[in-house]
Each structure stands twice: as structure tokens, then as C-alpha cells.
């Protein structure tokens, strides 16, 4: 192991906030001042490498206090936990929220993806950059999961404590505020805004929700008020049929994941609670950074204690007593959110070692991400949280065999989470018998774009693209309606009878992805959105494998001869992009080189986009 220091040393403001988190050093091997016993014997070893997983949480630490990691930071939080220099870079410089050169201590992230960009982006970041001066760095930014409110930007000032600020949908002028005084910019709305409402034509009042009924209804800061509102009835429930009957329960229902892949939810957990190895661990992917994509925000924001309770079901069920909710750093209030309902949870026995005096013991710990598309991938969001850079693993074998910490582990999102509530409480039946037979129970959409009420939308399975849409409020000349996010396929106007199940959209040829429904009209350039989703591909590439690494740059490439080039040139990027495409689908190690490329193909083949 390459243990090489350098010789810059930490400031004192950078040595206090790697403390703060990891206590004082209690020797010079672990950076503090040297004594004779120091010379005497080594401390650290295996007890500090067991510590590894804090490195990401030490480089947050890092990052908010100062706004930038230095070098001598960087070596300083190494010592501390014994990482090679050389690993700690690579994964500091993996994300794109952290920074490894000096730059101002306020970021204005302003996102530049699909919904923000037809919103009018280019122009918020030129006006911004233009109002902004040496003292606040504006960064163009993939989706920040605002996509209701686009555009949208997140402003960061670094120091003790770190400030953020949210503008959006966002003005010049908004956004010149919130990177220059925080404090003083205006309140972000109630989550609640995002969930369309009875008198806006906008779906059916909250009486008929399942999965959103309290967003709006309930304090999100207050357990007593989720309790009035049926919370943990589904845990308690849950204690009544002991692990085995939940198991049997979540699969007799039809749950499936609802992150893009829809494996039974059933199947991984019973596959997970059967295996010898022990611990097992419960990971909530809260890493929703698919471009379009917001759901799981408006669930953490306005409904915090549901996914505490879910966790905390899905933990009984498979025996694990540890549980990690890996939250995307774009994301402070859900942060916040979920961090104090954790903490009441604890206080009030919810969490802990004796959970309502049931002998089952299970706590929760957060992890934020720190902007890598990546880390949505489970394997990927393992190697994050346990300190290495955030890329896939291959399989077999699967996580749950082999997960987090090389144990069996379950990874589901938060929306699949939070359905096991209503399984419980409604009864599998029940439950199975919303949607289709396929694909059961209620499914939140994300709808962004031309529409008049962009938001979260809860229908059952099996309702058209074309319902949707008109209680989104589709505006006139619809010209594509992007499924899926960017790993998705987009769809003509008259294929709006497509039936939102996992069956249907596959029939279809195109996917269900995690709920993303985006509409364009006709002022929006095409190219240019493929072009932005080829951009995104080709940024968010870990760059482990070489169909992946290379093929979203030529794909990039091909996009951007295109748009200048006709006839006979033309078609040879395009027969070009097909054989790249067809290489990272067959041959990439995960899913972002594998779905790289659907949304160009479909934009080609089904909108005849460059015809």
C-alpha cells in the first residue's frame, strides 16, 4: 500500500472540520503533534483502513468548510484514516460537487439538462455569470431534480455551518441573490407545490392518493403528526406477521422495484434474508439524479417519517440491523428532512436497539452523494459509500450474495420503499388488485416539460400516456414526449394510447424507466436536446470499461457532424452512431453504456430527427 504523503500541510479551519467528524487524532501517525511514544509503536493499522467508509463524509467535511479540497487537506484527512493519497484523489476528483483547485466559496450550480435548457437555462447562466462577480463560481450542472420548477438553480456557500440556497424556477436576478446572500433569499416552497392539486384539474384530491396522501397534509418535522396520520401501523403490522409473513406479503402484492429495472421486490428481499453471511445491510438508493426524475425529493421532503418507517419494515424482513440512506448531495432540505426524522425517530424508540420494545434492533445512517449519475447504479453506490470511486462492480456476484462491505445487502429506491406501506397496511390483495396483473399498485410519475402543471403524479399502473398528460396540461404542438429520462426513448404525439405499465411500454419498444415523463413542443430543437442527453452520457461515464468510455464520446462526436453535414454524410454518422450504439448496449459493464444510446436511436428512428 502506497502511503506517500506529501509535504503541504492542512490549515487550521481544514484540520477542524476533518475533526469534527472524525474526533482528534490520537497520535502523530494520525496527524497529531509527535511524541516518544509515537516512536515507540505504530498506531492506526486495521482499526483506521476499517474506517475507509468515512472518507466520502471527511471530503464533504472538507468541501463545505472551505469550498475546495487542497493538498494538504487531502493528506491530513488520509492520515486520519489511512487511504493512500493516490486513492483519495481519484476519489475526490470523481465527483463533480468537489473540487481539488482553489475556487470561491460560493457555487451557483445552475442546471443546464433537459427540462432547465427548454426553460431557458443558456440565458440564467449568461446573466448570471455576467452579474456575478470573481467571488462566486457558476457551474453548469446536469439536473438538480427541480425539474417541476425549471429552471433551476442550488447556490452553495462553504463555511461552519455550510449555507445553501434553492432558486427556482429561477431568475437572474433569483439566482444573483442566492449566491450572494443565502440568508436572505426567499424560502423554498413546501414540498406539497410539486404534488398537483383537486382544483387545479390536476389529479384527484388527496383522499384518492397512496403513496403522496400525507405531502401537503402532515408536518414533516413532526412524528406525533404522522402517527395521527396512520404512520407505523404498517410496522406495527409488520411485528404481527414476523419476518417470513412480510416477506410473503411484499411478494404475493406484485411489488417490483421502481427504479427503472422492476425486479420483485419479494424475490430480493427473501433471496438477501436466506443467506448465512452475516450482517446484512438495508440501502435506501436516494441518488435519483436521472435528468427528469424528482419523486423521490417531494417523498423525503414532505413525507420524511415514511421512509424511516419503510426502512425500517424492509430491515426486519431480512434481518438487518443497519441501514444507509445514500441521498444525492444536490438535495440539502431532504437531507435535513431526513436527518431529523431519523433523530426523532431515535429519540422516541423508533430506532435503536429495542425498536418498540420488540427486541429488534436497526438504526439508520445518511450518506450524500456528491453529484456522480453513476452511483445510481446499486454496485456503484456501494463502492461510494464504502470509500472507493463510485464504479460498477461486475456480477456475479449480486448484492444479495455479495453487497455492501462484501455481505448480503438489499438496495431498493425510496419509492419502492415507501409502496410497503400500503402493502401492509391495504394486505397483498388488496394492493395486487390496483394496476394490472402485471404490474401492480400505484406508480408516482414525474412529468416535466411543455405542460401547464408540471409535478409528481400518483396513478395506478396501467393508465395511458395520454391521461397523463391531459391532467398535466399539455400544451399545443407537442412534438416528443421523452420516457424514461435519458436513459429512456422518446415517443410521437400519436402514440399517446402507450399504457404506463412495464408490459406496455416494453411492447411499445420503448421504457418505463423510473417514471420520467417529459414533453417537448415544437419550439424546442431537437438536436439540441440530443446533443445535451449525449453531453450527459458522455460527463457522467465513470470510464471503467472502454465501450462505455469511448463510445459516449464518439457518440458526441457523430451528434455534433451531424447538425452541419447532409445526404450521404449524414447517413454515415448515423449508420456510425448505430454501431457504436450497439457496442456499449451489448458489451458495457452497467446500465449507463448499455442505455447510452436509446434515446438517440429512438429520437432517429421513431421522429425521423434528422430527416
Not at 431480512?318 to 431532504?334: K, S, T, W
Not at 471503467?544 to 454524410?569: K, N, S
Request: some cysteine; glycine content about 12%.
Amino acid at each position: 500500500m502506497d502511503l506517500h504523503f506529501g509535504d503541504s500541510k492542512p490549515t487550521d479551519d481544514e484540520r477542524a472540520a476533518v475533526d469534527a467528524l472524525l474526533g482528534p487524532p490520537e497520535s502523530s501517525w494520525e496527524g497529531a503533534d509527535r511524541t516518544d511514544a509515537d516512536l515507540r509503536w505504530a498506531r492506526g493499522g486495521r482499526e483506521a483502513r476499517d474506517r475507509r467508509d468515512l472518507l466520502l463524509p471527511g471530503l464533504h467535511a472538507l468541501n463545505d468548510r472551505i469550498g475546495w479540497i487542497s493538498e494538504g487537506a487531502l493528506d491530513y484527512l488520509c492520515r486520519r484514516l489511512t487511504v493512500p493519497p493516490a486513492e483519495a484523489y481519484g476519489v475526490a476528483t470523481f465527483y463533480a460537487m468537489f473540487s481539488v483547485r482553489p475556487r470561491p466559496a460560493t457555487v451557483l450550480h445552475i442546471c443546464t439538462d433537459l427540462a432547465c435548457t427548454a426553460a431557458g437555462a443558456a440565458g440564467l447562466c449568461d446573466g448570471a455569470e455576467a452579474g456575478l462577480g470573481p467571488g462566486v463560481h457558476v457551474e453548469r450542472s446536469p439536473c438538480l431534480g427541480l425539474c417541476e420548477r425549471a429552471p433551476a438553480a442550488l447556490a452553495v456557500r462553504a463555511g461552519d455551518p455550510v449555507r445553501t440556497a434553492v432558486s427556482a424556477p429561477a431568475t437572474v436576478e433569483a439566482a444573483v441573490l442566492a449566491a450572494t446572500a443565502p440568508d436572505s433569499a426567499p424560502q423554498e416552497p413546501p414540498a406539497a407545490t410539486a404534488v398537483p392539486q383537486a382544483g387545479q384539474e390536476g389529479q384527484e384530491g388527496q383522499e384518492g392518493l397512496i403513496l403522496l396522501k400525507r405531502v401537503g397534509v402532515v408536518d414533516p418535522s413532526s412524528l406525533d403528526d404522522y402517527r395521527a396520520n396512520g404512520g407505523y401501523t404498517a410496522l406495527r403490522r409488520a411485528f404481527g406477521l414476523g419476518p417470513a409473513g412480510v416477506i410473503r406479503e411484499v411478494t404475493d402484492s406484485g411489488l417490483a422495484g421502481r427504479g427503472g429495472a422492476a425486479f420483485p421486490t419479494g424475490r430480493k428481499w427473501q433471496a438477501t434474508a436466506s443467506q448465512p453471511d452475516r450482517p446484512h445491510y438495508l440501502v435506501c438508493n436516494a441518488d435519483e439524479s436521472e435528468p427528469g426524475t424528482f419523486k423521490d425529493r417531494v417523498i423525503m421532503e414532505g413525507d420524511p417519517y415514511a421512509l424511516v418507517e419503510a426502512m425500517t419494515i424492509a430491515a426486519y424482513a431480512i434481518g438487518a440491523h443497519r441501514g444507509l440512506v445514500y441521498i444525492r448531495g444536490e438535495y440539502p432540505r431532504a437531507i435535513h428532512r431526513i436527518r431529523h426524522a431519523v433523530d426523532q425517530a431515535r429519540a422516541r424508540g423508533f430506532l435503536g436497539d429495542d425498536v418498540l420494545g420488540q427486541g429488534f434492533a436497526f438504526d439508520i445512517e445518511i450518506r450524500r452523494g456528491a453529484g456522480a449519475y453513476i452511483c445510481g447504479e446499486e454496485t456503484a453506490l456501494f463502492n461510494s459509500i464504502e470509500g472507493y470511486r463510485g464504479e460498477p462492480r461486475s456480477k456475479p456476484p449480486f448484492p444479495v450474495e455479495k453487497g455492501l462491505f462484501g455481505k448480503p445487502t438489499v438496495e431498493n429506491n425510496v419509492e419502492t420503499l415507501v409502496n410497503v406501506l400500503p402493502v401492509l397496511t391495504m394486505g397483498a390483495p388488496a394492493y395486487a388488485a390496483i394496476g394490472t396483473e402485471r404490474s401492480t399498485g400505484p406508480k408516482l410519475f414525474c412529468v416535466s416539460g411543455c405542460v401547464a402543471r408540471p409535478g409528481v403524479y400518483e396513478l395506478p399502473f396501467g393508465a395511458t400516456l395520454g391521461e397523463l398528460l391531459r391532467l398535466a396540461g399539455v400544451r399545443d404542438g407537442l412534438r416528443a414526449v421523452l420516457l424514461g429520462g435519458a436513459a429512456g426513448g422518446f415517443v410521437r404525439p400519436d402514440e399517446l394510447g402507450i399504457p404506463l405499465t412495464f408490459e406496455g411500454t416494453r411492447e411499445a419498444g420503448t421504457t418505463l424507466g423510473s417514471g420520467v415523463v417529459m414533453a417537448f413542443d415544437d419550439t424546442v430543437p431537437l438536436p439540441g436536446l440530443l446533443l445535451r442527453i449525449a453531453r450527459f452520457f458522455r460527463d457522467e461515464s465513470c470510464g471503467q470499461c472502454v465501450p462505455c468510455r469511448v463510445g459516449t464520446v464518439r457518440q458526441e462526436e457523430a451528434l455534433h457532424r451531424i447538425v452541419t453535414r447532409t445526404g450521404a454524410d449524414a447517413a454515415g454518422d448515423i449508420a456510425l452512431l448505430r454501431e457504436v450504439g450497439r457496442a456499449m448496449r451489448d458489451a458495457s459493464i452497467c446500465g449507463l453504456g448499455q442505455t447510452a444510446w436509446n434515446a438517440v436511436e429512438s429520437a432517429i428512428d421513431r421522429l425521423g430527427a434528422y430527416e
